[in-house]
T-cell receptor, first 117, second 120 residues
C-alpha cells in the first residue's frame, strides 16, 4: 500500500518569505514517481514537477526547488521569495511506474499555502 | 503538454436525477482515464480507472452502479452519476494518460479542469 503524508495542513507566510512544504511517502515499490501539483481556488490542478525514484538530484525551477531524499522518503518543495499568486493548495503525489496500479496516483491531503501581502 | 477538457464545468441538479460528465483528451490518445472525487478542503480520491474499450475498475467503496463510467473511445470518457443525492455533491476531476499521435507514450497523467456538482 502507498501513502503520502503532508503534515502541514495550512501555512501562512508574508510575501517575499521562503516557505517549505513537506512531503513524506511510503511505498513498497522499488521504482516510482513523485509529483507536486498546485490547486488554485479555481480548482484546476497545475502540474509542477515529476521525479523518478532513480533520480535523487535536487531541482530548481525559478523560485521553486525540490529536495528529494530517498533515505528519508521525503520530497520537499520550497518556494523562495513567495508571492501572493503562490496562494493555493499544494498536493504531493506518488505512483508506481510499473506493475499493477502503475500511474494510479496516491495524493497527500494537501497543504494550503496563504501568502499575505 | 497534452490537454484534457471536462464538460460541464459546473452543474446543479435536483435529487434523484442523473448527471453525465464528459472528459476529453484534445490532442492525444487517452488509453487510460482516471476519475477522482474531491470533497471541500479534502484531497483527491481515486474513484475508478478505465482503459479504452474495457470496463472500469472501481476503487473499494465506490458504487459502480451509481457511478457509471464509459470509455468508449480514445478521446472520450464519461462519468454518469445516477440518481444523484446531496451527498454526491463534490468536485469531480478526470485525468488521462496515453500516447501522442506519433505513438510515443506519456508517462504522466494530464488533468481536466474539474466539474463541480451540486445536488439540491
Amino acid at each position: 500500500a502507498q501513502k503520502v503524508t503532508q503534515a502541514q495542513t495550512e501555512i501562512s507566510v508574508v510575501e517575499k518569505e521562503d516557505v517549505t512544504l513537506d512531503c513524506v511517502y511510503e511505498t513498497r515499490d522499488t521504482t516510482y514517481y513523485l509529483f507536486w501539483y498546485k490547486q488554485p481556488p479555481s480548482g484546476e490542478l497545475v502540474f509542477l514537477i515529476r521525479r523518478n525514484s532513480f533520480d535523487e538530484q535536487n531541482e530548481i525551477s525559478g523560485r521553486y526547488s525540490w529536495n528529494f531524499q530517498k533515505s528519508t522518503s521525503s520530497f520537499n518543495f520550497t518556494i523562495t521569495a513567495s508571492q501572493v499568486v503562490d496562494s493555493a493548495v499544494y498536493f504531493c503525489a506518488l505512483t508506481p511506474n510499473s506493475g499493477a496500479g502503475s500511474y494510479q496516483l496516491t495524493f497527500g491531503k494537501g497543504t494550503k499555502l496563504s501568502v499575505i501581502p | 503538454g497534452a490537454v484534457v477538457s471536462q464538460h460541464p464545468s459546473w452543474v446543479i441538479c435536483k435529487s434523484g436525477t442523473s448527471v453525465k460528465i464528459e472528459c476529453r483528451s484534445l490532442d492525444f490518445q487517452a488509453t487510460t482515464m482516471f476519475w477522482y472525487r474531491q470533497f471541500p478542503k479534502q484531497s483527491l480520491m481515486l474513484m475508478a480507472t478505465s482503459n479504452e474499450g474495457s470496463k472500469a475498475t472501481y476503487e473499494q467503496g465506490v458504487e459502480k452502479d451509481k457511478f457509471l463510467i464509459n470509455h468508449a473511445s480514445l478521446t472520450l470518457s464519461t462519468l454518469t452519476v445516477t440518481s444523484a443525492h446531496p451527498e454526491d455533491s463534490s468536485f469531480y476531476i478526470c485525468s488521462a494518460r496515453g500516447r501522442r499521435t506519433s505513438g510515443t507514450s506519456y508517462n504522466e497523467q494530464f488533468f481536466g479542469p474539474g466539474t463541480r456538482l451540486t445536488v439540491l
